[in-house]
């Protein structure tokens, strides 16, 4: 039997590229996203893989939409905490909405999308729990106090939540991906790209989200089982933490 994975904000950029990857690899993959109904649909008839639509910053909605993929798709053994917003300002200027949509979606989506999960990996004695975090989690970024924030908190629950599993089969990991050439860094003007973006990236390009989506490949296998609590940075060597 096929191995069921669930990817949150899995129909477009690097969510995209983890559900093909892991359909490729032989599990049984369904994709959530937000509401970008027409993307979904587009990404459900090309792959072939079932669309769920909640929103991951509501633990009900979580729940209820866990509990819908479990009884259409089966138990939840791969889970891939992948959704993530941006809303960008400087601290002095962020209203408390920047602040707490950022940091509802990108961390507390962790507790929603894990603690409906968790009970059932460890009734089984497997499970394998990979965040999607940041490179700017590790080191911070100018006008990103709330995602910097979030995202910190996602390699702080990872830690934490992997000592307490260990001994139940499960593994949890954290990914920091730095550039990755989705919809949104491929908005960045060109000559912004070239002067302020490219040269602080050793490898001199950006990554591609397929990159990401083998990090994850191989988190999940059987192979990866004595890997936990780690944080894998994937960002061309732009940052070494
Ligand atoms: P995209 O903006 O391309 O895609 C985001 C996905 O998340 C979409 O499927 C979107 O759904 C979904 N999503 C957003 N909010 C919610 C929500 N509240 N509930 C459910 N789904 C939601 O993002 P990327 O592919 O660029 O980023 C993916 C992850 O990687 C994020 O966590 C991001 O922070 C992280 N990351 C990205 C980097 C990059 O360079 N791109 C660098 C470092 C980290 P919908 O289509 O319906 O809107």
């Known amino acids: 039997m096929a191995r069921v994975a669930v990817v949150s904000g899995g129909t477009r950029g690097i969510g995209a590229a983890i559900s093909k990857a892991l359909k490729a690899a032989g599990y049984s993959v369904a994709a959530n996203y937000a509401g970008n109904d027409a993307v979904a649909a587009a990404f459900k008839q090309e792959t072939g893989i079932p669309v769920y639509k909640w929103d991951v910053s509501n633990y009900k909605q979580c729940a209820e939409g ?9 138990p939840v053994e791969v889970l891939v905490n992948n959704a993530g ?4 300002t400087a601290f002095h200027k962020m209203t408390p909405e920047q602040w707490y949509e950022v940091i509802n979606t990108n961390l507390n989506s962790l507790f929603n999308m894990t603690r409906p999960v968790i009970d059932g990996m460890r009734a089984r004695g497997f499970g394998r729990v990979i965040n999607i975090s940041s490179i700017n989690g590790q080191k911070g970024q100018f006008g990103q106090t709330n995602y910097s924030a979030s995202k910190a908190g996602d390699i702080g629950f990872t830690k934490a939540l992997a000592q307490e599993n260990a001994a139940k089969g499960i593994t949890v990991n954290v990914i920091c991906p730095g550039y ?3 919809e949104m860094v491929k908005a960045v003007p060109e000559e912004v790209l070239k002067k302020s ?3 602080h990236i050793p490898v001199g390009r950006l990554g591609e989200p397929e990159e990401i989506a083998r990090c994850v490949v191989f988190l999940a296998s ?8 780690s944080t894998l940075s994937a960002n061309g060597g732009q940052y070494l933490a």
Do not use: H, N
Request: hydrophobic share 40%; aromatic share 4%; no cysteine.
């Open 180 to 182: 990755i050439a989705t």
């Open 222 to 229: 059987d192979d990866a089982g004595f890997i936990t609590g």
């Open 66 to 74: 866990l509990k819908q993929v479990e009884s259409e798709v089966g």
């Open 197 to 199: 973006i490219l040269p």
């Open 85 to 88: 917003i941006t809303r960008d």
